[in-house]
């Protein structure tokens, strides 16, 4: 039997049904058995799903564009941090360290990059990957703590594709009223119950947010993106954070034709819906409600200052421009032509471009008018 499952057994067993938050975390990041914190290739060809950073070092290059405004809003300060949580197979760290040591040399001379992973593994390849850069630009920490003195930290915190791996509760609208929704083990399989919820922040949630979910509908809460969002603002003296990730605001998401929610697994680049299926061997996702990360991030002390999809960031930045062209003008080689390839990857609506949304916020640093967010459509949470 699955080692996992068999840990999950014994639990229920002794303590009874579990929220799916709690199974979503064991099933995610149990320490070696966990599927983001066990062996195996996640991301790219040979894993599970891409991300924005495996398509192109220019969606690197073109973060560190907006890094470097950002730093000039800082008062190009001698010393300045970049924090990632969630760094994945290290190519995002590598490709932003690159451009901004080769494009932006003052922002360059100044900047420490941190890494803050849960997975020992993929620190592992992270630091097999990040071996030229030395421990005076690059270092691996284990919380922002680590960082600097709470409220002193100054610079950008970010994280791609973060918030979507959080572990969420899974709640549904009944006659009787929101129900949670708990993982059991009966007759021999794992199975979803409804009962009480097990914290009222759930039905503040939607009371805040002015969500009605529709009867019978199901759906995720991802409370621990508020968690988060309050260390990273705590932590925060001046400076900024960046969200990149798959989601959409309120009405959009919790519009009763997603009857069933946005839960999603992937194995081997195939989307399946059963997270109870191969525990701690598929990765489990939720849509991310960024109307709820931009009233959080206001109640933490964060001012949203943007927000808008990842095509219109990345064009905003120069994705285009940024296209190393041929000689003469408009005949591509093969390079240029897979670069093109590439970039329209990251940028068509229908795909990454639009499913992606990129959400900035910041710390004493007044009304920035940030490059990424210079044109196309804002959000309706945008102040």
């Not at 109307?291 to 095509?311: I, K």
């Not at 003469?328 to 093969?334: I, K, L, S, T």
Request: proline share 6%; net charge neutral.
């Amino acid at each position: 039997m699955n080692p996992l499952l068999e840990k999950l057994i014994a639990l229920i067993k002794a303590r009874g049904p579990i929220t799916f938050k709690d199974f979503m975390q064991i099933a995610l990041y149990y320490p070696g058995l966990g599927y983001y914190t066990g062996p195996g290739e996640k991301i790219g060809p040979r894993g599970d799903f891409y991300t924005s950073a495996d398509v192109h070092p220019l969606f690197g290059a073109m973060l560190a564009k907006q890094f470097s405004q950002m730093w000039e809003y800082l008062g190009r300060p001698q010393n300045w941090v970049l924090v990632e949580y969630g760094a994945g197979k290290g190519l995002l760290a590598r490709d932003i360290l690159n451009a901004l040591a080769t494009s932006f040399p003052p922002a360059w001379e100044g900047v420490r990059y941190y890494i803050i992973e849960a997975s020992l593994e993929m620190v592992r390849r992270q630091k097999e990957l990040l071996t030229p850069f030395s421990k005076e630009k690059l270092s691996w920490v284990n919380a922002l703590s680590e960082v600097g003195d709470t409220g002193h930290i100054n610079g950008i915190i970010f994280g791609n594709e973060l918030v979507d791996a959080f572990p969420v509760h899974r709640v549904r609208q009944t006659a009787s009223g929101l129900k949670e929704i708990y993982v059991n083990w009966r007759d021999g399989r794992l199975v979803e119950e409804e009962g009480e919820l097990s914290t009222p922040f759930l039905e503040e949630y939607f009371t805040t947010l002015g969500i009605k979910l529709a009867p019978g509908q199901a759906a995720e809460v991802n409370l621990a993106a508020r968690e988060w969002l309050r260390e990273v603002a705590g932590g925060l003296g001046r400076g900024f954070v960046l969200i990149i990730d798959y989601g959409m605001e309120s009405p959009e998401l919790y519009h009763p034709s997603r009857f069933e929610g946005t839960l999603r697994c992937y194995r081997q680049h195939r989307l399946g819906s059963d997270p109870l299926n191969n525990v701690g061997q598929q990765d489990i996702t939720a849509h991310v409600n960024f109307s709820a990360l931009m009233h959080w991030g206001r109640e933490a002390g964060l001012h949203p200052v943007g927000y808008t999809t990842q095509m219109n960031f990345l064009l905003n930045l120069g994705i285009m421009e940024a296209i190393p062209r041929s000689a003469p003008e408009y005949v591509f080689d093969e390079r240029t032509t897979r670069t093109v390839m590439a970039v329209k990857k990251l940028l068509l609506p229908e795909g990454m471009g639009g499913i992606f949304k990129v959400l900035a916020l910041c710390k004493g640093v007044g009304q920035p008018d940030l490059l990424g967010f210079a044109k196309g459509p804002k959000g309706r949470g945008q102040p």
